[in-house]
Nanobody
Framework: QVQLVESGGGLVQPGGSLRLSCAAS????????IGWYRQAPGKQRELVAQ???????NYADSVKGRFTISRDNAENTVYLQMNSLKPEDTAVYYC????????????WGQGTQVTVSS
């Protein structure tokens, strides 16, 4: 069973920064994809940033230029550096990965709350 443990959430003022971490129980170097989703109250869960095929990165338009996803293969950890945070970034952030060859499975972390407020 794959386990994902997120950390780094919290309360930050608008314009501030946070770095989220997601520690995986498998090698992040071999996953099909790994990334971050978020879900705000009353809204659907949405993709924030993702690494696919080992090297390709995708970002939601709303976070381009402000958020950066990165991966540390030695630590089996994925990070989300969030800068210039806005109140609309407030949400629970979830780490997600897909792994497999003939059968691809997806796994979610427990989520970490990010609140942007003055």
């Amino acid at each position: 069973q794959v386990q994902l443990v997120e950390s780094g959430g919290g309360l930050v003022q608008p314009g501030g920064s946070l770095r989220l971490s997601c520690a995986a129980s498998v090698s992040v170097a071999i996953v099909n994809s790994i990334g971050w989703y978020r879900q705000a109250p009353g809204k659907q869960r949405e993709l924030v940033a993702q690494i696919t095929s080992g090297v390709n990165t995708n970002y939601a338009d709303s976070v381009k230029g402000r958020f950066t996803i990165s991966r540390d293969n030695a630590e089996n950890t994925v990070y989300l550096q969030m800068n210039s945070l806005k109140p609309e970034d407030t949400a629970v952030y979830y780490c997600h990965l897909r792994i497999g060859s003939t059968l691809i499975r997806g796994y979610w972390g427990q989520g970490t709350q990010v609140t942007v407020s003055s």
